[in-house]
């Protein structure tokens, strides 16, 4: 039984307009990668006898269409390089030197994926959805087509209730120090969504205080501050 689709708008905005105008969130379904595009649905094959017949490659999965083409992209903002030695101390530099990369500190995390670092980059882009509709934070696979030396951190968001889009990667600490290199244009992170929904996009270029008001959340309280302010914009809308 089909479910109706639900119609979800997500307003993306942040206050450059010359990123507004290039490198930009949009469909997943517009970063399908070329090896997709150029792969046959089907190829020949003989059995035993000498008779052909016809096999499906993987452009006919149903789970890898669904995949590439669900939710959304946001694709790097900027030329990145970040070099990591062997004590897992590290340098960066981005080509938009307005732009940050954060770190968070193994007291915060733990033994979770030891012998690396947690980074925080810092998007310039604020979300904003029309429902609390969820989505899965995760790594391109398909649409990037290569291994990494940095892991996209997974998880659930929804764009109703937070409205920035950070994104959090895991990165190795090697023997040796070595450099990972993030071009401008890079699928970086893919937002799938839970339910079966109809999904529009509106960019828009906003002042520096409207988007202020929107990207950041005010660190209300020393824990749980996210549940804090759910608890209260919920009791506010009653």
């Not at 970063?31 to 150029?38: A, E, G, I, S, V």
């Not at 006919?60 to 004590?87: A, F, H, Q, R």
């Not at 994926?113 to 604020?126: D, G």
Request: glycine share 4%.
């Amino acid at each position: 039984m089909f479910t109706k689709k639900v119609d979800l708008t997500i307003s993306c905005s942040l206050k450059d307009r010359w990123l507004n105008e290039t490198v930009r969130p949009d469909f997943a379904a517009k970063f399908l990668p070329d090896w997709y595009k150029n792969l046959k649905p089907s190829y020949q094959t003989k059995n035993a006898w000498g008779l052909q017949y016809d096999l499906p490659t993987v452009r006919s999965c149903y789970g890898i269409k669904k995949t590439l083409t669900n939710g959304l992209i946001v694709p790097m903002w900027t030329d990145l390089i970040i070099e990591i030695k062997p004590d897992g101390t590290f340098t960066y530099q981005l080509s938009d030197s307005n732009r940050i990369i954060e770190t968070h500190s193994k007291i915060q995390y733990g033994d979770l994926y030891q012998n690396s670092i947690m980074l925080k980059l810092v998007s310039p882009w604020a979300f904003e959805a029309s429902k609390p509709l969820h989505a899965y934070i995760t790594q391109p696979f398909f649409h990037i087509n290569s291994f990494t030396d940095f892991h996209i951190i997974p998880g659930f968001f929804n764009f109703y209730d937070l409205h920035n889009t950070n994104v959090f990667i895991f990165v190795p600490i090697k023997q040796e120090t070595y450099k990972i290199q993030i071009p401008v244009g890079y699928p970086l992170v893919q937002y799938i969504f839970t339910e079966n929904i109809k999904l529009k996009l509106h960019h828009q270029v906003i002042p520096q205080e409207a988007y202020d008001s929107i990207h950041g959340l005010s660190r209300i309280s020393f824990l749980k501050t996210f549940d804090k302010v759910l608890k209260f914009k919920r009791f506010l809308k009653k």
